[in-house]
């Protein structure tokens, strides 16, 4: 997409005079390796975004970057004014209170009941044990749509949802001011992927958070989203271009006319499983038409 393309459709978006988020030309590499390269945007307090992009572009080491779980290898992230990578020890875990995460699989300790799993980060930031504590977490259990009897079990002893909910009511407890969610509705059915983007609408009414979604669900990304940022592999990406391909609001995901966001978008291989079948050779008959089957669409396309 060409950059001042870009530049409008984010505008409305990216410019606010006090983001409570804020990258400035974020670079991560390892080694050789470029994950991200030069991501500056802004996000307004309020805003929820949908970080999409295929596997391997940097969506969860973004967030991971975001809130100093890994330092960048250049650039600034700047949370409510403050350069979170210039902050000592000390001043990060008073930060982190601000912050609430969703893992992608929950993440929650096996050995641990659900009371203890919901409860972890009240004693983590010295509220003490006592019936304070126990009606918090009750209540963080009641907001996600689970009935206290959960709390004395296992996470073993759970569904896959009622896991994600439990993940849910943990990044909630401290009632954080930014929200970051990974893959939230993986590995879930139809129905019950529903359900957690009503939880995540349903927070984003009650508290003036900050959400950051990263998720292959489109239907999630546009239902829960005010704005959605699309990452392309770095490696990928012609000398000069922008590793952030798309920039604005869900409805303009149908109108864009980069083909990497269409074929994201709408679920279709093309040009990158071509691009696959090339690396990989195809010496067998099966596969050399497959591949003259998918070089025929990408040329009708065109």
Do not use: W
Not at 67 to 86: E, M, N, R, W, Y
Not at 108 to 116: G, H, V
Not at 196 to 202: D, Q, S
Not at 223 to 243: C, F, N, T, W
């Amino acid at each position: 997409m060409d950059d001042t393309i870009i530049e409008q459709i984010a505008a409305p978006f990216s410019k606010s005079p006090s983001p409570i988020v804020e990258t400035v030309a974020l670079s991560l590499k390892f080694g050789r390796q470029v994950v991200l390269k030069d991501i500056s945007i802004q996000i307004p307090k309020g805003q929820t975004v949908a970080i999409i992009g295929e596997s391997g572009c940097g969506k969860t080491m973004f967030l991971k970057t975001i809130v100093g779980l890994v330092t960048p290898s250049a650039g600034k992230v700047i949370f409510d004014g403050q350069d979170i990578h210039t902050l000592n020890d000390r001043e990060m875990t008073g930060l982190r209170k601000r912050f609430g995460f969703v893992f992608q699989n929950a993440a929650l300790f096996d050995s641990m009941t659900i009371n203890e799993n919901v409860g972890f980060p009240l004693r983590q930031h010295g509220v003490p044990r006592g019936r304070k504590a126990e009606s918090m977490i009750l209540d963080g259990l009641a907001e996600v749509g689970l009935p206290s009897d959960v709390a004395l079990k296992k996470p073993s002893q759970l569904s896959g949802g009622m896991r994600k909910r439990v993940g849910l009511a943990r990044a909630l407890i401290l009632q954080p001011d930014l929200l970051l969610y990974d893959e939230p509705t993986t590995g879930l059915d139809p129905i019950m992927s529903d359900v957690i983007n009503e939880l995540m609408l349903r927070t984003r009414k009650r508290y003036p958070v900050t959400s950051m979604i990263v998720t292959h669900d489109m239907h999630s990304a546009r239902r829960v989203a005010d704005r959605i940022i699309m990452l392309y592999p770095y490696s990928r990406l012609k000398p000069g271009e922008s590793q952030i391909l798309f920039d604005g609001p869900p409805d303009l995901l149908d109108t864009t006319q980069d083909r990497r966001v269409k074929q994201f978008v709408q679920g279709e291989a093309g040009e990158r499983l071509m691009e696959m079948l090339t690396s990989r050779g195809h010496g067998d008959l099966e596969t050399t038409n497959l591949h003259d089957s998918i070089a025929k669409k990408v040329t009708l396309e065109e």
